[in-house]
């Protein structure tokens, strides 16, 4: 934890946190100001816990800050260079991007959308996507984006639980080469749902559908629309979209976002993070049907007027050098991905990546999950030459933005591999013990937001309670998002996995993160996963699963031995696994997230469940076979 870098873009902005820690209410007040309002707000917060509304009285329209502001100064600037994975390409500006969104407003209008509505998309990460979104927020419609792969009988939950009464799909989408059959998907999931009057299909793929009388094809739509359309003026605490985040149980939470503090909080945390100047070229990796793709693909960045690459496919097809491809065809300057997906490059080896010029990357990011230091450190050398600074960023569905990161785009200060450094301004972080009191440093508790923030959510659709309960029962008047950290002597935060995916052994509560951690530290190893099975005497045994890297010739046996070594040296005797498993890939989502629980399900030997989400379910076929042949 000591180990630090010393790398940045030279910004030295003493005074934004200062004032933030002085008057958060009036720092954010400030940043507010920097959208553009119809009319003003009358009060900066009105603070009912566990309930806020930022900027009340307010007026804006999100889509309106995202396209309208730019179209005297930007018009013939690109907002969207998107690369398909079968090799289309499209270069689409601000103006082509206004003229769209306004004629799909339309659309949407003439099929009797109005304020309030909820819309459902359901779509490949194509720019249509991102135009849906967009008439949706101009208008006051209610956009609720579906991950496209997710199964029917996901898509029917979601549906039935907004009320949807407009989906919006495509024939297909490719991945790994592969036409995924959407519109099929969607007939399945509709078929009982008597409610749903339209359903708005893209020809993206041209392979055969079904057709009923429900279904309108989007060109015949757009054809017949005017490109005139006016923003709503909307409430600063208008919703403007539903997404719904899956648990281990249970039914999915519609996680429900508003307009004007939402919006406030991500032109802030873009601007502060990244260093957004007007000819960088942002790549973020992140599917749209995430909330990092509504946030740090569609909004933030046409908030700022920037140019960013959107792509529809895998990154390692169809080789594993198409990320690199992307970002030197396009000169990216900023890169955000995941920490699995570094993994899977590193995996892939150091030549891939050289072999590219990737001289114009600037600033890395990573999101999703915490970054392992020995990840977090070939991403630095590799990828960024030693000269680019590492945004390790920390938020989840619920915060609407970033939360913990280190700023370059505001203050140069030391970085840590594995550490997202401090709370962005205007958000007051502590780490605590299960009674809410603050721990000493270097002391492992749990992660709590103490005060309000203008991307927090609404709340829950239609489900007050389970807001209260789920996020503001564990401590007073305190949001608890359930993950597990500590703060070192230099109060940085070490964010260490979720509260959940802490094992329990003997007693010690142990972070999966950190227990993953160590053994990618191991040089022949890629990636690992861990979770606990039954153990009568400890409670939890600790089973790992690990992928070596490409050309490992090493014996498993002395590899094994090194991993326990290493981990009884770093972490502790009791943090020494049961067991390890060598398997080929570990089973993650599409978003490119460890699916922990099938592995903990495939380990204690239980159902696994539904793997809707998962991109390739040989992965689980191969370690369901290697667990049982080693318990039989």
Known sequence: MSEKYDVGLGNHNVTLRKNANSDFVSFWDNQAKNLHWFSPWNQTLDWNPPFAKWFVGGKINACYNALDVHQETKSDKPAILWEGENGDSKTITYSDLFIEVQKFANVLKSLGVIKGDRVTIYLPMVPELIVSMLACARIGAIHTVIFSGFSATSIKDRIDDSKSEIVITADGGYRRGKIIKLKEVVDDAIKDLDFVRHVIVLERTKNPISISSKDKFWNNLMDDASDSCDAERLDSDHPLYILYTSGTTGKPKGVLHGTGGYLTHLYSTFKWAFDIKDSDVFFCTADIGWVTGHSYVVYAPLLHGATQIMYEGAPDFPDNSRMWEILEKYGATIFYTTPTALRMFMKFGDDIPNSFNLSSIRLLGSVGEPINPEVWKWYFKIIGKEKCPIIDTWWQTETGGMMISPLPGLETIPL?????????????????????????????????????????????????????????????????????????????LWLLGR?????????????????????????????????????????????????????????????????????????????????????????KTRSGKIMRRLLKSIANGENIGDTSTLDDESAVTEIQKIVNSALN
């Open 416 to 492: 840590k591999p594995g550490s997202g450094t401090f709370p962005i301004p205007g958000v007051d972080i502590s780490v605590v013990d299960e009674y809410g009191s603050e721990i000493p440093n270097n002391t492992k508790g749990y992660l709590v937001i103490r005060k309000p923030w203008p991307g927090m959510l609404l709340g829950l659709w239609k489900n007050d309670e389970k807001y209260k309960s789920v996020y503001w029962s564990k401590y007073l008047d305190c949001y608890y998002p359930g993950d597990y950290a500590l703060k070192d002597d230099d109060g940085y």
């Open 499 to 587: 509260a959940d995916d802490v094992l329990k052994i003997a007693g010690h509560r142990l972070g999966t993160a950190e227990l993953e951690s160590c053994i990618v530290s191991d040089e022949h190893v890629s990636e690992s996963a861990v979770c606990g099975i039954s153990d009568d005497i400890k409670g939890e045994s600790i089973i790992a699963f690990v992928v070596l890297k490409d050309g490992i010739v090493i014996h498993k046996s002395i590899l094994e031995k090194n991993i326990f070594n290493k981990i009884r040296i770093d972490i502790g005797p009791i943090a020494t696994p049961k067991k390890i498993y060598f398997v080929k890939k570990l089973p």
